[in-house]
């Protein structure tokens, strides 16, 4: 379980008042965190071999290209026209924080800017 209060009237407010008035709004944060970190917490954790976390990291990539393109449809973006845009935006991220490669603190980066509290219960 996590508690997060953002701030109103910022990105996060919004996002979070979005999955709110949704079905599982539970749910959809979990699916989100779960694509994005599952296969680094299994590796972190060291209980799942590497066959194991390939299936993990293949099923998170397959969920993160379905969200991918969920977003190209629903807001009519080509592939093309974002490949410049992400080649800058990697870059520029890289270079403000130093990092070598993405897995360089990124649980690290990311709990920190979240503000998340797990409890013992928790994922």
Do not use: H
């Not at 799942?48 to 993160?64: D, G, K, S, T, V």
């Not at 991918?68 to 629903?74: C, K």
């Amino acid at each position: 379980m996590f508690r997060f209060q953002p701030m109103a009237d910022t990105p996060d407010s919004v996002v979070l008042d979005y999955l709110k008035s949704g079905v599982s709004p539970n749910e959809l944060v979990l699916r989100a965190i779960r694509a994005y970190w599952l296969p680094f917490a299994y590796q972190a954790t060291g209980v799942r071999n590497q066959a194991e976390l390939a299936a993990a990291a293949q099923e998170a990539i397959f969920c993160l290209e379905g969200q991918i393109e969920q977003l190209r449809q629903a807001f009519g973006l080509k592939p093309e026209e974002l490949v410049s845009y992400q080649q800058e935006v990697v870059s520029s991220r890289a270079v403000r924080r130093g990092l070598s490669k993405p897995s360089d603190g990124a649980w690290g980066a990311f709990s920190q800017a979240a503000s998340l509290e797990f409890d013992a219960s928790g994922l």
